[in-house]
């Protein structure tokens, strides 16, 4: 028994390389009463197909057919133990000793004489249930695949002597897209018996800029041929293509694939929602707080710089620690729309509220549950978007905080300049706000406060003569992108005493450095003196002046 098992299974496996003109296409395995057990055969080729002393087989039995057997191109035979019963099957009905369908699982051989094997398949009758025939889909697929055998949808649990309810299309070309790191992945595969011919696939974004639509050709493609079970993987960069090109937003990526099956022009557009602002840019990180009192969450808060607005759904906040312990913008029912020209704030524990109970409730507040924390020491924080490229970055360090406040716990960090580069180290400051942070409101430090000039000296008094202390750092912010500017300083009688710097050129953030000497190089007397900051905007003209005491010891 074991014996004949292994063989008929030699012969089942021998069967996967061959190519007959003959295939066991439906069968009938758990009748119900009255009913008769029935194997459909089928010629799927052009030709009539001659068939004489053939055996079929199941997994203990042998069945032999001595007898001459024509089946017409394109047409279906029953082989049955009782032809009486399948009166209205409209086909050709041969009456045999037909092996015993098991209702367990089977395996069916039909050979020739010379042992030569026409198709074999392996079925279970778990794929099915009593009453209904499992139909082979594919012909060309091994015939061992449960993937390749269905319970039959016809109404009357059957196709006996026609189509199967479900065939493997002679043209089928399915496509799968993953959009990753900026790049957007696509594969064709042919799931069809014929070869798909003459493929063009053509790619293009449309974007906005100055409220107005355009569009640009990623890439186009040609493709001669794929054939049947064949697939082709291709990569198209996104943003790639507009490294040159100063748009706001990506709106709309479109897909177009054309094709050729069976002499007939088929055409397929996808689309896909991108509605991203452009990196480092449009939306960008404004303040965070990493240092926070016991039982007060940390926060980064970003600011939507765009006139237009966007959905944060699908995208991710990452630092040091990974992807493993991302703050991801999830979740189907939430909402993470961003108007135009504002602030949203994201934070991952819930004792945020313990620090700012006057938030509590405020729209554009994010409570994402994660395991992410922001170091002490330093670290990266890295804003992706819903492609999963790179939106924004910096990597922080305890040096930038800045100014005459000393003790930075529960302090943020806040952008002087809200549109420059995350990642400019000159252009952030420790919050001077007597709440220690701003989320979700224009920062303590941020030159649109007002048009004056911030000036910081550190340290504000300072001996030339210290071997720690020798000089100050002046430190100024102005209400200008780009100005020429005057730094004096004067006695506490008006009385010029050194010229720093005169109708220099300088951008919004600058430091100068004092010495404690006058303009003939000799060490001033100990007292007070002042920091006279003048500032001439170069586009407008306009000009706002600064002043700041600063003491020298000895």
């Given at each position: 028994?074991?014996?004949?098992?292994?063989?008929?299974?030699?012969?089942?496996?021998?069967?996967?390389?061959?190519?007959?003109?003959?295939?066991?296409?439906?069968?009938?395995?758990?009748?119900?009463?009255?009913?008769?057990?029935?194997?459909?055969?089928?010629?799927?080729?052009?030709?009539?197909?001659?068939?004489?002393?053939?055996?079929?087989?199941?997994?203990?039995?042998?069945?032999?057919?001595?007898?001459?057997?024509?089946?017409?191109?394109?047409?279906?035979?029953?082989?049955?133990?009782?032809?009486?019963?399948?009166i209205n099957s409209p086909c050709l009905k041969i009456q045999l000793k037909l092996p015993t369908l098991h209702n367990d699982w089977g395996i069916l051989v039909l050979r020739k004489s010379d042992s030569t094997v026409i198709d074999s398949i392996y079925y279970n009758f778990s794929w099915g249930k009593k009453g209904y025939s499992l139909e082979r889909i594919d012909w060309d697929a091994p015939a061992v695949d449960k993937s390749n055998w269905i319970a039959s949808s016809d109404t009357s649990g059957n196709t006996i002597c026609k189509e199967n309810s479900k065939v493997a299309p002679q043209t089928l070309l399915s496509s799968s897209f993953n959009i990753d790191n900026g790049q957007l992945k696509v594969v064709l595969k042919n799931n069809g018996k014929r070869p798909i011919e003459k493929i063009e696939l053509t790619a293009k974004i449309s974007y906005y800029y100055k409220n107005a639509l355009f569009f640009k050709n990623i890439e186009s493609k040609y493709i001669n041929t794929i054939f049947s079970k064949d697939s082709i993987t291709l990569s198209y960069g996104i943003l790639d293509n507009f490294k040159e090109i100063d748009f706001e937003i990506l709106d709309?990526?479109?897909?177009?694939?054309?094709?050729?099956?069976?002499?007939?022009?088929?055409?397929?557009?996808?689309?896909?929602?991108?509605?991203?602002?452009?990196?480092?840019?449009?939306?960008?990180?404004?303040?965070?707080?990493?240092?926070?009192?016991?039982?007060?969450?940390?926060?980064?808060?970003?600011?939507?710089?765009?006139?237009?607005?966007?959905?944060?759904?699908?995208?991710?906040?990452?630092?040091?620690?990974?992807?493993?312990?991302?703050?991801?913008?999830?979740?189907?029912?939430?909402?993470?729309?961003?108007?135009?020209?504002?602030?949203?704030?994201?934070?991952?524990?819930?004792?945020?509220?313990?620090?700012?109970?006057?938030?509590?409730?405020?729209?554009?507040?994010?409570?994402?549950?994660?395991?992410?924390?922001?170091?002490?020491?330093?670290?990266?924080?890295?804003?992706?978007?819903?492609?999963?490229?790179?939106?924004?970055?910096?990597?922080?360090?305890?040096?930038?905080?800045?100014?005459?406040?000393?003790?930075?716990?529960?302090?943020?960090?806040?952008?002087?300049?809200?549109?420059?580069?995350?990642?400019?180290?000159?252009?952030?400051?420790?919050?001077?706000?007597?709440?220690?942070?701003?989320?979700?409101?224009?920062?303590?430090?941020?030159?649109?406060?007002?048009?004056?000039?911030?000036?910081?000296?550190?340290?504000?008094?300072?001996?030339?003569?210290?071997?720690?202390?020798s000089s100050s750092k002046i430190q100024y912010r102005l209400p200008f992108r780009q100005a020429n500017i005057t730094v004096k300083i004067y006695d506490i009688n008006g009385t010029l005493i050194r010229d720093l710097v005169n109708n220099g050129i300088s951008a919004s953030v600058g430091e100068i450095e004092w010495n404690g000497k006058d303009n003939s190089g000799v060490e001033v007397q100990a007292g007070g003196y002042i920091i006279l900051i003048e500032a001439v905007d170069l586009i407008t003209g306009n000009t706002v002046v600064g002043k700041q005491i600063i003491g020298v010891g000895w």
């Open positions: 028994m074991r014996l004949q098992v292994s063989l008929l299974f030699s012969l089942f496996l021998l069967s996967y390389c061959l190519n007959s003109q003959i295939v066991i296409n439906e069968i009938y395995p758990a009748p119900l009463t009255n009913e008769v057990e029935w194997v459909e055969i089928y010629n799927p080729t052009d030709s009539d197909y001659e068939l004489t002393n053939f055996f079929i087989q199941n997994r203990t039995n042998t069945s032999f057919f001595p007898y001459f057997l024509n089946i017409p191109s394109k047409s279906f035979a029953i082989l049955t133990s009782d032809t009486s019963k399948l709309t990526l479109f897909f177009s694939i054309s094709y050729e099956a069976e002499l007939i022009r088929k055409n397929e557009l996808h689309t896909f929602h991108l509605n991203i602002p452009h990196p480092f840019k449009g939306l960008l990180i404004n303040e965070f707080l990493y240092d926070s009192h016991t039982g007060c969450g940390e926060f980064i808060e970003f600011v939507n710089l765009t006139n237009y607005s966007f959905d944060l759904k699908e995208w991710r906040i990452e630092n040091n620690t990974g992807k493993q312990r991302a703050v991801r913008f999830n979740g189907e029912t939430k909402n993470y729309l961003i108007p135009p020209k504002s602030y949203f704030v994201v934070f991952w524990d819930s004792t945020f509220y313990n620090c700012f109970e006057n938030l509590r409730g405020r729209d554009l507040f994010f409570f994402i549950p994660s395991s992410i924390s922001l170091r002490n020491s330093g670290d990266v924080i890295k804003l992706f978007n819903k492609i999963g490229s790179l939106q924004d970055s910096l990597t922080y360090s305890p040096q930038w905080h800045r100014g005459r406040i000393k003790n930075t716990k529960q302090r943020s960090l806040e952008k002087a300049i809200e549109n420059k580069e995350s990642y400019i180290e000159e252009n952030w400051f420790t919050c001077v706000a007597d709440s220690g942070a701003t989320p979700g409101s224009i920062n303590s430090v941020s030159i649109e406060q007002s048009e004056r000039i911030y000036i910081q000296a550190e340290p504000t008094t300072f001996s030339p003569r210290s071997n720690f202390k």
